[in-house]
């Protein structure tokens, strides 16, 4: 959909970024009736972008936005963050792109969408670790930046040459695919020449954007980041927390979780994030229902620091090619504890804990690849700041790739995912030997 937008009004908007988060207030009487569009050129797609950074600012969540499109022009979607919504933690890995790229893989039989190599994604922001993931899963041929993003971004050294790809072809497929188009600014923080990959011949010879669009996006998104990243990374402490296996069965807390996953609390581990190989059984039956949904029978179980189990997840890749076992478990468990406090239900993140003082156990390793990329961004975004260093809370049974060619990869991540004083997104093989074991004999194969 296209929103004509009056010049000034961007102006309006970029010039009270600094003094506060709701700034799509400021543009709500310049904004046309809605109507079907088709993009001419880079900054009117960028500029389309931008229109939704300001609905996720209304909405509370980090200002990003994004627009799809087709080799034609023609926009198919538009999005926005959607990672906090009533000012709860909504779901941490509704970041534009995702859903964007769940909604082209969920309706693209029903209502005959392009092949992925026809289509173009358009972003305010640099991509995240799992949106790059995602993106290179979704297999589209452009991917249109305009904000950086130095901390969490894939071209956070800003060179596009995506040095966390680095010994793998997906490096080769960034740099071919993702654009970082010129800025034509009379100033040196709102200027910048074009870098990464030529932009798609769609946009013919109109590939740059203007200084004002692109202030936009990247002050929007300053403005909103500390706000919002405390907000899913602040919870109880852990010490307050309660435990789950002492609700009655009427409470509304055990029931949800119940209605969530029917064998929730049905094993607790022998202590808080070692599970051992009583956990395998209910490894292996989601591992079965993944590969019924497309899937290589992988899962992933997650138990709270009381080591009971929450729930234990199957992707879904017949549905979308980017859910896989743990972005379906880490949306679950946020929706349910946002649904919860929705409802005004007590003590309910007392007894649902952030899930840094847990733990996610997959039935399989990681892989260096698309997916496994994505989902190491997605525990990043879950974490969404430091965690707890006196456990494990990302771990595996079977091994895949190798634990050292995991370590290389994580320990070549942008900082956010990196580095000691932020999520540190390592994922370690459990310590049970008696569960590697037991899912190594009863895992299915596909």
């Known amino acids: ?145 305009s904000a950086l993003d130095t901390y969490a971004g894939i071209n956070f050294d800003k060179t596009a040459s995506f040095p966390s790809l680095k010994g793998t072809n997906m490096q080769a497929v960034a740099k071919n695919s993702i654009s970082y188009p010129a800025v034509l600014g009379s100033t040196a923080k709102f200027s910048r020449a074009a870098s990464g990959a030529p932009v798609s011949p769609i946009f013919g010879n109109q590939t740059t954007i203007e200084d004002q669009t692109y202030a936009l996006t990247s002050t929007a998104f300053e403005a909103t980041l500390g706000a919002v990243s405390g907000r899913i990374n602040n919870d109880l402490p852990e010490n307050q927390l309660l435990n789950p296996k002492t609700l009655a069965t009427t409470d509304p807390i055990y029931r ?71 972005m379906l478990a880490t949306r679950g468990y946020a929706q349910l504890r946002y649904d919860l406090q929705l409802k005004g239900v007590p003590n309910a993140i007392r007894y649902l804990g952030h899930p840094k003082y847990g733990t996610f156990i997959y039935a399989k390793g990681l892989e260096i690849n698309p997916k496994g990329v994505a989902d190491f961004g997605a525990f990043g975004s879950t974490m969404e700041g430091s965690i707890p260093a006196d456990r494990t809370q990302f771990q595996y049974g079977v091994e895949r790739a190798t634990q050292a060619e995991l370590d290389a990869f994580a320990d070549g991540l942008p900082p956010f995912y990196s580095s000691d004083t932020s999520v540190n997104v390592h994922i370690k093989q459990t310590a049970n030997k008696e569960l590697i074991a037991a899912l190594k004999a009863g895992l299915p194969t596909n």
């Open 1 to 145: 959909m296209k929103f004509t937008w009056k010049k000034g009004a961007i102006l309006a908007a970029v010039s009270i970024l600094t003094g506060s988060v709701v700034l799509g207030n400021a543009l709500h009487n310049e904004l046309a009736n809605a109507e079907p569009t088709t993009i001419h050129g880079v900054q009117e797609a960028v500029h389309e972008a931008a229109h939704q950074v300001l609905h996720a600012s209304d909405q509370g969540t980090f200002s990003v936005g994004g627009v799809l499109m087709d080799t034609n022009g023609n926009v198919l979607y538009t999005e926005h963050n959607n990672v906090v919504k009533n000012n709860l933690v909504f779901d941490p890995t509704a970041h534009g792109e995702r859903q964007m790229i769940d909604w082209y893989f969920e309706n693209k039989q029903r209502l005959n969408l392009p092949a992925p190599k026809n289509i173009v994604l358009v972003t305010s922001l640099d991509p995240c670790l799992m949106c790059t993931g995602s993106i290179l899963q979704a297999g589209f041929s452009n991917t249109v930046v």
């Open 256 to 326: 949800a979780l119940k209605a969530a996953y029917p064998r929730a609390l049905d094993y607790t581990a022998p202590s808080p994030n070692n599970p051992d190989e009583g956990l395998a059984p209910y490894l292996i039956e989601a591992a079965q229902k993944d590969i019924a949904n497309g899937g290589d029978g992988n899962a992933v179980a997650q138990l709270d620091r009381f080591g009971n189990l929450i729930m234990v997840t199957a992707g879904n890749t017949a549905k979308s090619e980017i859910q896989t076992p743990f």
